[in-house]
T-cell receptor
Framework: SQTIHQWPATLVQPVGSPLSLECTVE??????LYWYRQAAGRGLQLLFY??????ISSEVPQNLSASRPQDRQFILSSKKLLLSDSGFYLC????????????FGQGTRLTVV | AQSVAQPEDQVNVAEGNPLTVKCTYS??????LFWYVQYPNRGLQFLLK??????LVKGSYGFEAEFNKSQTSFHLKKPSALVSDSALYFC??????????????FGKGTKLSVIP
């Protein structure tokens, strides 16, 4: 069966520090991968998605970047964190095709202080 | 562009009563509709989906949803609410054409509180 791992679960970082959140998927090949941010326990904002290695699409301009160095690995990064980067970050995967549901990791609570 | 609306920020229902969480959508092409549930500080869990076929879809934990093409709605329902159903519920849509197709677009979420 397929599983998704996302770490760390919580993170407190000072303003201006770098960020690296990692997500890996097991049990499937060539998944679509997504990074979402959820602010204040509410709506989800799609940050990045990837349909293959090295293929990253950005949905909104921001202080973040994403990379997909391996088929089942998706990394969210920042060179210098801002206070506004605080939030709950969720990684998700799906098989190709709009008719399939996405499966989510457990999320990372990022607090920038 | 596709979009989802969840008109209620919060729904309160007494335990044992039926519950409905509303969702309407807008897409180009055929819609694919999903419901997810989120418990505090956790990821989203998939509940059910509509792709094609019967308009009434049954999912996990006794939930069901009814697809209504003319009203572009996909309301989530349960005949008898449990306190443990209290959580944040998200409706999502993707489609087979148009800008943003094959990507999930989420509503803003509805907080369901089941009162003992």
């Amino acid at each position: 069966s397929q599983t998704i791992h996302q770490w760390p679960a919580t993170l407190v970082q000072p303003v201006g520090s770098p960020l690296s959140l990692e997500c890996t998927v097991e049990g499937t090949s060539n998944p679509n991968l997504y990074w979402y941010r959820q602010a204040a326990g509410r709506g989800l904002q799609l940050l990045f998605y990837s349909v293959g290695i090295g293929q990253i699409s950005s949905e909104v301009p921001q202080n973040l970047s994403a990379s997909r160095p391996q088929d089942r690995q998706f990394i969210l990064s920042s060179k210098k964190l801002l206070l506004s980067d605080s939030g709950f970050y969720l990684c998700a995967w799906s098989v190709t095709g709009g008719w399939t549901e996405a499966f989510f990791g457990q999320g990372t609570r990022l607090t920038v202080v | 562009a596709q979009s989802v609306a969840q008109p209620e920020d919060q729904v309160n229902v007494a335990e044992g009563n039926p519950l409905t969480v509303k969702c309407t959508y807008s897409v180009s092409g055929n819609p694919y509709l999903f419901w997810y549930v989120q418990y505090p500080n956790r990821g989203l869990q998939f509940l059910l989906k509509y792709i094609t076929g019967d308009n009434l879809v049954k999912g996990s934990y006794g939930f069901e949803a009814e697809f209504n093409k003319s009203q572009t709605s996909f309301h989530l329902k349960k005949p008898s609410a449990l306190v443990s159903d209290s959580a944040l519920y998200f409706c999502a849509v993707s489609s087979d054409s148009g800008a943003g197709s094959y990507q999930l677009t989420f509503g803003k979420g509805t907080k369901l509180s089941v009162i003992p």
